[in-house]
């Protein structure tokens, strides 16, 4: 296994349209998370899976963001009606066990034009 | 809910001497872990050195180092012999454990450069 892989690298959407990131985990963990990170900023919890099921969202996350986990594999981040505040760097990570090392992704940058 | 400064935004150390990169958390949490992450420019991020809440002694990865302060919530991280590859973005971040959250919460990081 050769990490945290991230689909696509790179997105430029129009405002308005939809958008919908993968991220495949390392296979045996089974904790993933989501975060965005804008430039200048730390990364920015969205959302966690225990397996396939999201256990904490952030307060912070328009009903426009949505994450699926199905089978506890692979995730899918999809933004729905973009707007251009949404344009940041969207990182998953994945984890074994509590207080486990984290690792990330190379992250999807989304420009929103 | 938890918060991490980091109060430092930019450093530069020159090459073979050492730095000392500051964080301080709040949290009411009495079990938790934090960790320091490294970004490379235009590079994924990486685990520099983790410390558990329970353990006293100072956690240590090589060069790395900790000052981990519980009753100060400081959590200092020192780059010793610094070396090109060294510089980087530097977060702090903060894991409860048992809470109900599973948050791994960052602070705004530190860019350190290292100088020839």
């Known amino acids: 296994d050769t990490g945290v892989s991230q689909d696509p690298r790179h997105k430029i959407t129009k405002r308005g349209q939809n958008v919908t990131f993968r991220c495949d985990p390392i296979?045996?963990?089974?904790?993933l998370y989501w975060y965005r990170q804008t430039l200048g900023q730390g990364p920015e919890f969205l959302t966690y899976?225990?397996?396939?099921?999201?256990?904490?969202k952030s307060r912070l996350l328009s009903d426009r963001f949505s994450a699926e986990r199905p089978k506890g594999s692979f995730s899918t981040l999809e933004i729905q009606r973009t707007e251009q505040g949404d344009s940041a760097m969207y990182l998953c990570?994945?984890?074994?066990?509590?207080?486990?090392?984290?690792?990330f992704g190379q992250g999807t940058r989304l420009t929103v034009v | 809910a938890q918060t991490v400064t980091q109060s430092q935004p930019e450093m530069s150390v020159q090459e073979a001497e050492t730095v000392t990169l500051s964080c301080t958390y709040d949290?009411?949490?009495?079990?938790?872990?934090l960790f320091w992450y490294k970004q490379p420019p235009s590079r994924q991020m990486i685990l520099v050195i983790r410390?558990?809440?329970?353990?006293?002694q100072n956690a240590t990865e090589n060069r790395f180092s900790v000052n981990f302060q519980k009753a100060a919530k400081s959590f200092s991280l020192k780059i010793s012999d610094s070396q090109l590859g060294d510089t980087a973005m530097y977060f702090c971040?903060?894991?409860?454990?048992?809470?109900?959250?599973?948050?791994?919460?960052f602070g705004k990081g530190t860019k350190l450069s290292v100088i020839p």
């Open positions: 990570a994945s984890s074994l066990d509590t207080g486990g090392e984290a690792f």
């Open positions: 296979s045996e963990h089974n904790r």
């Open positions: 899976f225990q397996n396939e099921a999201q256990l904490e």
């Open positions: 949290t009411s949490e009495s079990n938790y872990y």
């Open positions: 410390q558990e809440a329970y353990k006293q």
């Open positions: 971040a903060f894991l409860p454990v048992g809470a109900g959250s599973y948050q791994l919460t």
